[in-house]
Nanobody, 121 residues
Framework: QVHLVESGGGLVQAGGSRRLSCAAS????????MGWYRQAPGKQRELVAF???????NYADSVKGRFTISRDNAKNAVYLQMNSLKSEDTAVYYC???????????????WGQGTQVTVSS
């Protein structure tokens, strides 16, 4: 079993910044990718950004140039630096990771519990 713990959510004014953190722990043999999704009220969960083990990154068009994803492999952690926040960025942000589970060596996807980011205009 792998657990993801997110932190960094909260209330921020439009134009401000926020940094989300997520750390994975548990039975991890290796991590393929880590990323962030978000879900606003009444909307479907959508990809925000992800990074692969090779270091490549991908961003939703809506956050390109404003958000930066980074990863600390030694800590099994991923971060999301969010700048120039807009009211439409208000959502619950979920960390996700695709790992090779150390208990069965199978590829598994895990999700965090989510952290609320509210941008006030």
């Amino acid at each position: 079993q792998v657990h993801l713990v997110e932190s960094g959510g909260g209330l921020v004014q439009a134009g401000g910044s926020r940094r989300l953190s997520c750390a994975a722990s548990g039975s991890i043999f290796s991590i393929n990718s880590m990323g962030w999704y978000r879900q606003a009220p009444g909307k479907q969960r959508e990809l925000v950004a992800f990074t692969t083990s090779g270091g490549s990154t991908n961003y939703a068009d809506s956050v390109k140039g404003r958000f930066t994803i980074s990863r600390d492999n030694a800590k099994n952690a991923v971060y999301l630096q969010m700048n120039s926040l807009k009211s439409e960025d208000t959502a619950v942000y979920y960390c996700t990771t695709e790992v090779v589970d150390g208990s069965n060596y199978k590829l598994q996807t895990y999700w965090g519990q989510g952290t609320q980011v509210t941008v006030s205009s």
